[in-house]
């Protein structure tokens, strides 16, 4: 019989669950829950930055995503399958007590979003990102920021921890030790929650949390209680070695397997970050740049040791030594909003179906609820539409695609987004089209970004909702960066990538290359720039970066 595996890839919204064969790639049977809590809006608060998700999301999630898979599956598909390979978001760390449980899963912090895991676009550890930036750089010893871009940004690790410890004495008291939401997930599994002795994840630590084996680990303790005395002896409750996605953090333990209707014994692997798996899924090589493009987007490249030599790439998300595929570097970078912006816009022009249709008389309850379902479903259909008719040259808007911060070039979540150039007859079309170039001209900076430090790029595969949902921002992006776009086949990339992973700790493999060669699932659609328009967004890009610059001095002086 063929060997099987589950991909798990936990998202911002959901966790879904893919059953692989190890052997051809074809996915077999999937299964995706929607997290309930965070689906109320539950723990989060947008104006504060504060996004917050409970562990309970993630545990009932990965239940019932698997469980669905399996149902679609033979006795003996299940029967055969060997390992699980998992990816998170990140960072999203969350504090544990001295057994690894999550503080949120405890009585007396069970609705304490402190207690939760910090989702990656939590931002309300500004100010300690800031102070660590400016420490690294000055208190005498080494940049521990330096493989990490040259700047920590409010997302990572270290700069979520500070911030919970100085606002929340309870939590200060009763956190042992912090894991990683991709760490935490493999040790639930395996059995083993012990924050002394699980696999922490190469791919998380080696980006978010400063960790290198040049300085023996995670940053100095000296230099952490520079930061804040309350960082004091973290460092020795939290890990000295890390673990590449390529071995097996131990195996599914007696009480999962029953939960989940699998054999006890089977390889889990560590866990990584979702982008990263996922463009391993997509089909990442040397100089090959995988954009994966949802609510935000994460741009990986992996370069060998010989061409990146000790070269420190500035401006980026980090460069790890097989956090993508191990024995090559991999180079992360991003956007902190790409489909946020359009969902911004939407829920903007939704401001009357929320705030005036409830108080409409002449209505009743349900047709309320339909017409503003119905309503909301087609702005962005529409928007697109009419978006799609317009000439470049048309807009005579330009916009900044800032909306959440800056996550590359140069990490700064202070930064705010703009549109230039409104008058009385901008209508919400020619809005909407400005937003998108804003977003296309973010990808182009990061890409030159990457050329700038002299890191080839030869060809772009794009992977996520928007590459396959999304044809008019899809050819935007192809116009502005003018570099064909391919397109993955499979709509679970993140997934199809653990599940590669599960693969080779699962002995199927010897290593993640030759499990990408037999499992890979091609492309479906190569978009290609239409040659009237790169001259024109050429000018628009430079007028981007022009504003862009103003806007950072602007907020720079106040």
Not at 143 to 154: A, C, I, L, N, R
Request: with cysteine; aromatic share 8%; proline share 3%.
């Amino acid at each position: 019989m063929s060997k099987y595996v589950i991909g798990l890839d936990f998202g911002t919204d959901s966790v879904r669950a893919l059953v692989v064969n190890a052997e051809t790639g074809q996915e077999v049977s999937s299964g995706v829950f929607y997290y309930s809590r965070w689906m109320e809006g539950n723990y989060s608060d947008p104006l504060k930055n504060q996004f917050r998700q409970h562990p309970l999301d993630h545990l009932e999630g990965m239940e019932e995503a698997i469980k669905v898979a399996l149902n679609d599956c033979e006795q003996s598909i299940i029967d055969n399958i060997i390992g699980i390979g998992l990816d998170t978001t990140g960072s999203t760390p969350c504090a544990v007590d001295e057994k690894g449980t999550p503080l949120a899963l405890k009585e007396e912090f069970k609705d304490d979003p402190d207690a939760m895991f910090i989702l990656w676009k939590d931002h309300t550890a500004v100010q300690e990102a800031a102070e660590i930036n400016h420490k690294a750089k000055n208190w005498g010893g080494v940049d521990f920021t330096k493989y990490e871009g040259g700047v920590y940004s409010s997302e990572w690790f270290w700069a979520k921890i500070m911030h919970v410890l100085r606002k929340n004495k309870k939590i200060r008291k009763a956190a042992f030790s912090w894991v990683e939401h991709c760490d935490w997930i493999a040790a639930v599994l395996t059995g083993n929650t012990d924050p002394l002795k699980i696999k922490r994840s190469r791919c998380a630590a080696g980006h978010k949390a400063m960790w290198h084996e040049d300085w023996g680990g995670l940053p100095d303790e000296e230099f952490l209680k520079n930061l804040d005395p309350l960082l004091g002896g973290l460092k020795e409750r939290l890990y000295k070695d890390t673990y590449t996605s390529d071995e097996k953090a131990s195996e599914l333990y007696e009480e999962w397997a029953k939960k989940l209707g699998l054999k006890a014994g089977i390889a889990i692997a560590v866990g990584a970050f979702d982008a990263h798996m996922g463009a391993v899924g997509g089909g990442v090589k040397e100089r090959t740049l995988v954009k994966i493009m949802g609510t935000s987007t994460c741009d990986i490249l992996v370069v060998s040791k010989d061409i990146i030599n000790n070269k420190l790439i500035k401006g980026i998300c980090g460069q790890v030594d097989g956090s993508v595929i191990p024995g090559l570097i991999g180079l992360e970078a991003g956007q902190s909003a790409f489909g946020d912006v359009y969902a911004w816009f939407k829920d903007l022009l939704s401001w009357p179906l929320e705030a005036i249709l409830p108080e409409v008389n002449d209505l009743s309850k349900d047709n309320k609820i339909k017409i503003k379902e119905n309503i909301e479903g087609k702005i962005l259909v529409k928007l697109r539409e009419e978006a799609e008719q317009l000439n470049v040259e048309h807009t005579n808007l330009l916009a900044l695609d800032w909306l959440n911060g800056r996550r590359s070039p140069f990490a700064d979540q202070t930064l705010t987004g703009a549109i230039l150039g409104l008058n009385l007859g901008t209508n919400a079309a020619l809005i909407f089209r400005a937003l998108v170039e804003s977003t296309a001209f973010g990808s182009r900076a990061i890409n030159e970004q990457f050329i700038r430090e002299g890191i080839e790029i030869d060809e772009i595969i794009a992977m996520g909702g928007i590459s396959k949902k999304d044809r008019y921002v899809m050819q935007v992006t192809t116009d502005v960066l003018n570099k064909p776009i391919k397109v993955a086949a499979s709509d679970e990339t993140c997934a199809l990538g653990a599940a590669m992973f599960g693969a080779v700790a699962g002995n199927v493999y010897k290593d993640v290359i030759e499990a990408q060669k037999a499992m890979n699932s091609g492309f479906t659609k190569t978009y290609y720039p239409q040659k009237n328009n790169i001259e024109k967004y050429d000018n628009l890009y430079r007028l981007y970066i022009s504003l862009g610059k103003d806007l950072d001095n602007y907020l720079r002086r106040k």
